[in-house]
Nanobody, 124 residues
Framework: QVQLVESGGRLVQPGDSLRLSCAASGRTFSTLSMGWFRQAPGEERTFVAGISQNNITTQYADSVKGRLAVSRDMAKNTVYLQMNSLKPEDTAVYYC?????????????????WGQGTQVTVSS
């Protein structure tokens, strides 16, 4: 079992920055590959960013490349999503996910554990 708790979502203006956090517990953090997904109302959940358990490999959706960055703090069992130059299209509930599978994964079906989500709203 893995428990994930996201935090940091709030209302921001276009162009602002925001950092989301995901605290993991219940299993050795170094064994988990982590991912960030988002879901807007009426839309399907889509991949945003992922990072491997070795903290070396990352991958991003084309829509967020250059604006968002995923990282992890092994000592704090926490993964982050730094969000810069935010756009209204970034508005969504953001979910943290974890899997024991090796590597970086972009398909939601590859992840076994999910957080409750945190709302990010980008609006002027």
């Amino acid at each position: 079992q893995v428990q994930l708790v996201e935090s940091g979502g709030r209302l921001v203006q276009p162009g602002d920055s925001l950092r989301l956090s995901c605290a993991a517990s219940g299993r050795t953090f170094s064994t988990l590959s982590m991912g960030w997904f988002r879901q807007a109302p009426g839309e399907e959940r889509t991949f945003v960013a992922g990072i491997s358990q070795n903290n070396i490999t990352t991958q991003y959706a084309d829509s967020v490349k250059g604006r968002l960055a995923v990282s992890r703090d092994m000592a704090k069992n926490t993964v982050y999503l730094q969000m810069n130059s935010l756009k209204p299209e970034d508005t969504a509930v953001y979910y943290c996910a974890a899997t024991s599978r090796l590597g970086v994964w972009t398909n939601s079906r590859s992840f076994d554990y999910w957080g409750q989500g945190t709302q990010v709203t980008v609006s002027s």
